[in-house]
């Protein structure tokens, strides 16, 4: 069992990955229908993603997916992984979050990021020159006093509850987070760095408590279960493979099936670079993905896991799913 006790929670990020041969909307489809298997597997939140013409992935408009998600679901918490908060007004986030809450009452979460936009020309299209002051604290602020009816503007619907914010952070982000008394969510290269007992410290030290908030730290990583560490690999391979593409062409790419990238030639760069993609996805047998993510807890002391694993081939993938409920019941 995951160490850090029954308080755990497990929860689900879904990036709406397209697969190569079918239409993009149908990846939207099939994240609805991951929530609803998320939901019966007793999963605690079901999260998606935002990411603005990325070939790879359909879901640009979290708002929109989640009340597509919430019509299908009755007990799951939903939410953001993450809105990006740099390319909004905090007052139509706050709006499009309380409609959300009023549609689907205590069941809606936001998360909030600072990306930019993945090119140049996504950033222009964005009205983004990435030259702009760093407000995001005083946006988060900002979009807090809306939420919580603190603002000059009173932003509709009135819920009975505010929404929760969560920062997903690296770096500077976990010092905001901790500034403003919020969860933090860290993933990616931040959790293989050496830096990262530092940051944690530092956001359990620093933090500031917002009304009865405490540290909460949700630790994000592609987490995938098979019969066998070689399988699992297997599985993890297309989202790998997708990147180390994107690294040679600068385009983030529809998740292709694991016969036709293994039929590929490869050369060594593309191979050493697959090598490493997949040791640091969690992926392996029930017992191996036991062990890494005892490991991890025992690194970070984490309140709650976000696994984001994908792959090509949905049977594997759902199944996947289920095993690491099943691992972390």
């Known amino acids: 069992m995951f160490p850090v006790g029954p308080r755990v929670r497990l929860s689900l990020l879904d990036r709406s990955r397209t697969r190569a041969g079918s239409p993009e909307g149908t990846a939207l489809r099939h994240t609805v229908e991951r929530a609803v298997a998320a939901e019966r597997s007793g999963y605690a939140r079901f999260w998606v993603a935002e990411h603005h013409a990325v070939p790879g992935i359909a879901s640009g408009a979290p708002a929109v997916l989640l009340a597509a998600v919430g019509e299908r679901t009755t007990t799951i918490r939903l939410g953001s992984g993450g809105v990006m908060l740099p390319q909004h007004q905090p007052l139509v986030v706050a709006e499009q979050f309380l409609m959300l809450a009023g549609l689907h009452p205590g069941r809606i979460d936001l998360g909030l990021g600072r990306s930019l ?16 002051p760093d407000t995001f604290a005083d946006d ?7 939420l919580e009816r603190t603002a000059p503007v009173t932003a509709r619907p009135v819920t009975e509850a505010p929404v929760p914010v969560f920062v997903l952070a690296t770096g500077r982000g976990v010092e905001v987070a901790a500034r403003l008394g919020l969860p933090v969510v860290l993933g990616g290269p931040v959790l293989q760095g050496a830096e990262l007992g530092t940051l944690l410290a530092g956001y359990r030290r620093d933090f500031r408590p917002h009304g009865d908030s405490r540290p909460h730290v949700t630790v994000s990583l592609d987490a995938l279960v098979a019969d066998t560490d070689a399988a699992a690999r297997e599985l993890a391979l297309p989202e790998v493979w997708a990147m180390v593409r994107s690294r040679r062409t600068g385009s983030f790419g529809p998740l292709e099936p694991v016969a036709g990238i293994r039929d590929r030639r490869w050369d ?41 694993g994908a792959t090509y081939d949905r049977t594997a993938l759902a199944d996947s799913d289920a095993r690491l409920a099943e691992l972390l019941a």
């Open 117 to 132: 936009g993945f090119t140049a020309p996504v950033r222009r299209a964005l009205r983004r020159s990435g030259d702009e």
């Open 140 to 146: 988060i602020a900002e979009l807090r006093g809306y």
């Open 268 to 308: 060594d760069l593309d191979a050493d670079r697959v090598a490493r993609g997949l040791d640091a996805v969690v992926a392996g047998s029930p017992a191996t993905v036991r062990r890494r993510l005892e490991q991890l807890a025992e690194r970070t002391a984490a309140d709650e896991l976000l696994a984001s």
